[in-house]
């Protein structure tokens, strides 16, 4: 009876030490990551979808974390772990940058950037605010909870624990993600980039004819009209080319940093 006690203790240690190691990779990830991480969901529930994910990963992710091959001591590669995670986390925000990005120059471009959205905690204009929200909202529906898990079992082939990551490697996967992210969001403004400098050149072109005429007067609600149509023209294409783009991304999050 001892001795199956002992066995028993031994074996929850075990499972305990194994989930808090996992979990220290999926709460940095979950602290920053998008939808699940927001500002406005409450803390408690974040909390609830660490352990929750945690749960799903454990069963993976236990061969590497069982007996990794470290001489680290345990705060260092503890604290790596958590490193590994705000990493992963900030990486798949890129994609929420890309949006706000892309808002901010369309909203620069039509002159709706005077029209502010606060419900994500985050500055920034209405139209910002939409594709945001929109694209938090696709990604959630085409099982971004399922993809974030396939993330974190192939962290552990590519980062495994007991070894504090490599800064190149950081340096590289970071700087693809960043420049991926302002091409990409640029791309998703061009536009009412394109439309904006018509606008601008034929009201050059307006007030230079007819110096008399309050071009800037007639051609303000004009604007702000065609950047409300434009828009719902072109929000649906953009975010599809967003999702295409996300998607790509959590099949192979680690080709950048191969």
């Not at 001795?3 to 989930?19: N, T, V, Y």
């Not at 590497?64 to 590669?77: G, R």
Request: glycine share 10%; aromatic share 10%.
């Amino acid at each position: 009876m001892t001795a199956e006690l002992a066995d028993l203790m031994q074996s929850a240690r075990s499972f305990l030490w194994i989930g808090f190691i996992v979990f220290l990779r999926v709460g940095g990830t979950m602290s920053v990551m998008p939808a699940f991480g927001e500002m406005m969901v409450p803390t408690r529930v974040k909390l609830g979808l660490s352990l929750a994910f945690t749960a799903i990963v454990m069963p993976g992710a236990q061969p590497f974390v069982n007996a990794p091959d470290t001489s680290l001591p345990v705060v260092v590669w503890l604290f790596a772990e958590i490193v590994i995670g705000v990493f992963l986390g900030l990486m798949l925000r890129l994609f929420v940058l890309c949006l706000q990005i892309a808002g901010t120059i369309a909203a620069q471009s039509t002159s709706l950037s005077q029209l502010f959205g606060g419900t994500t905690g985050e500055p920034q204009p209405a139209v910002g605010e939409l594709l945001v929200l929109a694209g938090l909202a696709i990604s959630v529906h085409f099982g971004l909870h399922v993809k974030v898990t396939e993330i974190f079992l192939g962290s552990y082939r590519v980062l495994p624990p007991g070894a504090f990551p490599d800064a190149d490697l950081f340096r590289r996967w970071g700087l693809g993600g960043i420049s991926h992210s302002f091409a990409l969001g640029f791309s998703i403004a061009s536009p009412f980039v394109i439309a904006g400098l018509i606008y601008n050149v034929a009201l050059g072109a307006i007030n230079r004819a007819m110096p008399q005429l309050m071009v800037t007067m007639i051609g303000a609600p004009a604007q702000t009209l065609g950047g409300l149509a434009l828009l719902m023209i072109a929000l649906p294409t953009g975010l599809v080319v967003w999702h295409d783009a996300f998607e790509t991304f959590l099949a192979a999050p680690f080709e950048v940093a191969q």
